[in-house]
């Protein structure tokens, strides 16, 4: 049974600084992974998608990276800005879509 | 990215009653559909998998008499809460998939039963 878990739980930052997002799946065989933002009483907006045979995506100031053999993907927030602050959600894909726990972050001015 | 429309968004219930919340693929053919609870500061949990034509399947813990779910064409899959209880009141969402490709997912539902 897929695991999917995210450190840290919650992260409070000022703005500027460049944030590392965890996630971790105990199934390796993935078909994709991928991450989305949650505003409080929101639904998801998809920020990356990274497929089974890539090693990173990149959207603007977000980077995902994927490592399947060892089951963790990571997202990079380029210089956090208070827009930024929401709970972000990894998703791993395997023939179901598993969430992980949420990473909830605060970027304050 | 594709749509999805989940509906409605919001809705009020008392409880012993049914809800039924629809999740449509607007632009393409979802051949699977997840349907998703979550309780608040909490993760979205997988309630189940519906496949177009196939019975549901439902992940441990989930009542399926209790949440009855119907995928009757490649755009539509249904969620009927039944004899909804205080408990029961959540957001659900659902998600369209084709294939290994990405989800997308429906704007939820916020269900209150009072």
């Known amino acids: 049974k897929q695991e999917v878990t995210q450190i840290p739980a919650a992260l409070s930052v000022p703005e500027g600084e460049n944030l590392v997002l965890n996630c971790s799946f105990t199934d390796s065989a993935i078909y994709n992974l991928q991450w989305f933002r949650q505003d409080p009483g929101k639904g998801l907006t998809s920020l990356l998608l990274i497929q089974s045979s890539q090693r990173e995506q990149t959207s603007g100031r977000l980077n995902a990276s994927l490592d399947k053999s060892s089951g963790r993907s990571t997202l990079y927030i380029a210089a956090s800005q208070p827009g930024d602050s929401a709970t972000y959600l990894c998703a791993a894909n395997t023939d179901k879509l598993i969430f992980g726990t949420g990473t909830r972050l605060q970027v304050f001015p | 990215g594709a749509v999805v429309s989940q509906h409605p968004s919001w809705v009020i219930c008392k409880s012993g009653t049914s809800v039924k919340i629809e999740c449509r693929s607007l632009d393409f053919q979802a051949t699977t559909m997840f349907w998703y609870r979550q309780f608040p500061k909490q993760s979205l949990m997988l309630m189940a998998t519906s496949n177009e034509g196939s019975k549901a399947t439902y992940e441990q813990g989930v009542e399926k008499d209790k949440f009855l779910i119907n995928h009757a064409s490649l755009t539509l899959s249904t969620l009927t809460v039944t004899s909804a209880h205080p408990e029961d009141s959540s957001f659900y969402i659902c998600?369209?998939?084709?294939?290994?490709?990405?989800?997308?997912f429906g704007q939820g539902t916020r269900l209150t039963v009072v």
């Open positions: 998600s369209a998939i084709t294939g290994a490709t990405e989800a997308f």
